[in-house]
């Protein structure tokens, strides 16, 4: 571009049109042009509001003094802020295993069906995991209603108490997890029945003439195959559910009493609703250090894993 | 060690009849081979043995006892695939030692057994290496060693050899006869290659289109096949047949092949044959090596004759020719230093004493 601007009505308009199309024409600069848009994309959508949340992290909750440290020394003395912390690594762990246990369950029973079909198993399994979790999210949000809803109402025809699906912490937390669960297992099951397509039969019937049981073709024969996988998916669906926001928000909003929140909300809950932009942006950066953990964790097996083949 | 029994076995997949009810007595000890076309039920017969494969009708017993319901598992067999289906995150000695493992056998006698199959199969220095840094005859040994290792009642063989190339091929074909020589476990072998079976079988079955053609000694089936599809199917330039007529004449029969050539049937076949006289759908079966270049002696039922050669073929240690008579193409074997040429007159001889009567329209032989 530059190239083009400097160029003068000089006897040199023929060298530089010349090399610009040679630049033009080195594959490092296609390459570069056609990752430009991207490019772009990222530094506007993501690195930019990174640096801004680190600059605003770093001013007074009338963002006109700088304070260094200060929203993260007020933080780390807050009893909620701990409790975020608590609830988003078990919001996160209990989460991710039940969903990988749920869909390696689940991707199994797909697995045996004749591949007729499969198909339609398939698409209905993926349906909690394709609608907007927003959406659903509101439907579970009427199924938990205390006094009006399916699931209490079918509970007292049982002649069990009503529960306070949202209403109680212990219950919130396990409503949310549950919904998240819900939401999270389809895409567990149906990258766990990509792999164990990809587990050839014949180990399997190598496996039971050589005397195995079910249960022993699943240890010793599926999952060490599937180990690469399983990893993968269950550190990625980590990070994915730890920034989690639209299903705490939705069904609980923080509640009871700030027991269902998770970085997400929490940092929603302060920085927009409270008010406090730095101390939100604060809450958010919280999450960096943890995600990036993870985050090497899945690009280091991916590397791992790219070296093997 | 044990004798496998099947009874009238059929496999229906849906309404496909792959096995269409075969009886089979396999002898404590003995090299069985299967073989056959694809698609004539092999690999679905030994599948069934295996358990695999759940049989639609008939019994299958092993040492004795039907195993009809009994699980691959707790048939006691060992099984070697056509991909080796090795474990790939196990190394060869967890390969071989997993059955063992499973049956909780102690970790010293796995030990002294793993060592002792690889000794036998010359791995040992390839232990501990994964499936995936073996070559294909490696990992070929491997699968066996891991047979060996279980010392079950039976060997079961599914196309062990049709992935490696053919030079590999030839070796462990000979590696797996002097394994059984050594370890005399009963083993089934499937193959399409009749060579294999030729090779390795102390019996060869032939199946064809899920029934049995044949069951024989090798030389058994080479020389007195029981129909047209085992004696095309065994030996290797494949048999010719020649459409013929069966002249009765002056007390003395003949096979006549064209208008200017026909044959005496060697005379200790006339009253087998002489029922058959003037029927349609006769072929006259003759082996490759059984039309040779003519010689200065003559022995009883060879027939000189002349001939166009086609196309010849130099082998080396003979020459393949090739001509024609009326409208089938004939293959004959003859000395390399008998001068056939591609397009040259030659003096041939068949030798009758060889030959078989084919009833095409039963695919019997008579």
């Known amino acids: ?309 | 060690m044990a004798q496998v029994t099947l009874r009238k076995i059929v496999k229906k997949y849906d309404e496909v009849l792959a096995v269409r009810g075969i009886d089979l007595d396999i002898v404590d000890k003995e090299f069985l081979v299967l073989v056959g076309p694809s698609g004539c039920g092999k690999s679905t017969t030994l599948r069934m043995i295996a358990g695999l494969e759940e049989i639609s009708g008939g019994d299958i017993a092993i040492g004795g006892h039907v195993v009809n319901d009994v699980p691959p598992k707790d048939r006691d067999i060992a099984m070697v695939f056509q991909n080796y289906a090795l474990y790939p995150h196990m190394n060869v000695y967890e390969n071989m030692s997993f059955g063992l493992k499973l049956k909780k056998t102690p970790k010293d006698e796995i030990d002294k057994r793993v060592k002792q199959a690889a000794g036998i199969l010359d791995i040992t220095e390839l232990l501990d290496r994964k499936p995936k840094q073996l070559s294909g005859g490696q990992r070929q040994r491997v699968a066996m060693g891991r047979a060996i290792v279980r010392d079950p009642k039976v060997f079961l063989f599914d196309e062990p050899l049709s992935n490696l190339d053919a030079k590999l091929r030839v070796q462990m074909r000979t590696e797996i006869k002097k394994v059984h020589q050594k370890v005399r476990t009963t083993t089934v072998y499937v193959t399409h290659d009749q060579i294999e079976a030729m090779t390795l079988a102390d019996r060869v079955v032939v199946m064809n289109a899920g029934l049995i053609e044949q069951v024989g000694t090798p030389n058994d089936l080479y020389h007195s096949p029981a129909t047209k599809f085992v004696a095309g199917f065994i030996g290797s330039p494949a048999m010719n047949f020649i459409p013929c007529q069966l002249e009765q004449a002056a007390g003395a029969l003949r096979v006549r092949l064209s208008d200017k050539l026909s044959f005496p049937v060697p005379s200790d076949r006339t009253a087998r044959y002489a029922s058959h006289a003037g029927k349609a759908n006769l072929v006259l079966g003759l082996r490759p090596e059984h039309i040779a270049e003519t010689r200065p002696h003559t022995e009883a039922n060879q027939h000189d004759f002349d001939m166009m050669i086609d196309v010849d073929e130099p082998m080396g240690m003979e020459t393949l020719i090739y001509f024609t008579i009326g409208r089938t193409d004939i293959c004959g074997r003859v000395n390399p230093n008998a001068g056939a040429a591609s397009g040259k007159e030659m003096k041939l001889r068949a030798d009758l004493s060889n030959m078989h009567l084919i009833d095409d329209g039963t695919g019997k032989v008579l």
């Open chain 1, 1 to 309: 571009m530059a190239d083009i601007a400097a160029r003068g009505p000089t006897a040199t308009v023929g060298d530089s049109r010349s090399s610009l199309h040679k630049l033009m024409q080195r594959k490092s600069t296609i390459a570069f042009l056609m990752a430009l848009p991207l490019i772009l994309l990222v530094l506007i959508l993501v690195a930019y509001p990174a640096g801004y949340a680190v600059y605003l992290a770093t001013l007074n909750k009338g963002m006109t003094r700088f304070v260094g440290f200060g929203n993260f020394e007020f933080l780390f003395g807050r009893e909620t802020f701990w409790m975020v912390v608590y609830q988003s690594c078990l919001f996160a762990i209990t989460a991710v295993i039940f969903k990988a246990i749920i869909g390696f369950v689940v991707a199994h029973f797909v697995h045996n069906i004749p591949s007729k079909g499969q198909r339609k198993w398939r698409g209905m399994l993926l349906v909690p995991w394709v609608i907007p979790p927003a959406m659903s999210t509101l439907a579970w949000l009427w199924l938990f209603d205390p006094s009006y809803s399916a699931i209490n109402w079918i509970l007292a025809h049982l002649g069990i108490a009503a529960v306070p699906w949202t209403g109680e912490a212990d219950w919130a937390r396990f409503s949310v997890i549950l919904v998240n669960v819900w939401i999270g297992s389809p895409f567990f099951m149906i990258m766990y029945l990509a792999a164990l397509k990809s587990v050839p039969d014949q180990l399997y019937e190598a496996a039971s003439i050589d005397g195995a049981t079910w249960w022993q073709r699943i240890w010793y024969v599926t999952l060490p195959m599937m180990r690469n996988i399983i990893a993968i998916t269950a550190l990625f669906s980590l990070i994915v559910t730890f920034a989690n926001f639209d299903i705490v928000r939705v069904l609980t909003a923080g509640g009871p009493l700030n027991s269902t929140h998770i970085f997400g909300t929490w940092a929603f809950r302060v920085g927009i609703e409270s008010g406090d932009i730095p101390l939100g942006a604060s809450v958010s950066l919280f999450m960096v250090p943890i995600l990036a953990v993870a985050a090497t964790f899945i690009l280091r097996d991916i590397t791992k894993r790219g070296s093997e083949v």
